[in-house]
């Protein structure tokens, strides 16, 4: 009986012993490929670092984008401000005031348009601080994947070195079955893995698409924020509002308005108060004043205002349409030649086109 048994043994052991070296070469595989999941593992860890890096950028960007926003709601704000003050000194000039209404309600609109841009990035934003937590889950789901499939490796190693020559076939197919086990569990967690990167990469790509409309807002905001400076320059003259420009008591005929702007520029905003940092003292024409050159005719019989300032106006003339300039030595120390559509000649050769965009001529 023992030597039978003996021959059985004998007749059993190569294949037990093929049996356990292609177990061994299926575990060799398993540690393989757990050692290609952890190397992904870190790959999307370091991917997971650079998307917060994005993300917080894109929190930076919209805080800038925020500041922005605000600065030209203050701008804003001081328009309309400006506006009513407008109003209350120069209520006879409705021109002007519809020209400041129609800027304050562009620069309205233009901070409306801001502020919906502004919306949407902060939305694209909030979607992809989402993708960002879902893409966290992912990988903490991923790890777990791993950390079983390491676990049931030491398991399979475990039964494997605890089978022995004599050991039954119930425990050989056990510790295949573990195998089995394990192999399903890696290839789930390669699959979630792959998951996890497509993820990832329409995510990036969200962020791409969601990049130009945030430009575009920081743009726009720029833009109106230059555009509300320029309008505040131009419409605050710098006097304090108990003071009332001279320009606020003056009528010019129909078509003499710009003549009567490029006459006296910023001069208009001054005062008849003696009391303002500048205003007009006023001096009566003298008889020896110089006359105008011939061609031109004067100034102060196409505008109806103050006596101070009428000795000025008789030194301006008004070029006739279709005339040609006069030569400036032909004026007199003092004196102007203006055009109807804003053109100026000084006496000393100084001369300002037509249609040239000075403060004065804008308001």
Known sequence: GAARDEAVAGDRLPRMRGDAA??????????????????????????QKEL????????SDLGREAEIAEEARVQAEALDREERRLREESAGDAAAMASARAAAEIAGTEASKAQQALTEAASALASAAAERGATERSL?????????????????????????????????????AALETALAELASAES???????????MLEREREAAPPREAAERRLSALQAE?????????TGRPRE????????????????ALVAALGEDLDADLDPASPAHWRGVEPQAGDPALP?????????????????????????????ADWPDPSALAPGQRVVSLDGGLLRWDGFAVRAGAPTPAARR
């Open 140 to 176: 903490r789901e991923a790890e777990a994947r791993l950390a079983r499939a390491t676990g049931e490796l030491g398991t399979v190693e475990g039964q494997i070195g605890a089978l022995g020559p004599d050991e039954g076939e119930g425990r050989r197919a056990g510790a295949a």
């Open 243 to 258: 003071h009332r420009a001279v320009l606020d008591g003056m009528q010019a005929a129909p078509g003499y308005e710009l």
């Open 52 to 59: 917060s890096g994005r993300h917080a950028q894109a929190r």
């Open 294 to 322: 011939a061609g031109v005719e004067p100034l102060v019989a196409r505008v109806e205002g103050p006596d101070a300032l009428r000795r000025r106006l008789r030194q301006v003339g008004v070029l006739a349409a279709g």
């Open 228 to 236: 509300a400076r320029t309008l505040v320059r131009v419409l605050d």
């Open 22 to 47: 292609e177990t061994q070469a299926a575990l060799e595989r398993l540690r393989a490929a757990a050692g290609e999941i952890e190397r992904e593992a870190e790959r999307n860890a370091a991917r």
């Open 192 to 202: 979630g893995l792959q998951a996890l990167e497509a993820a990832l990469a329409g």
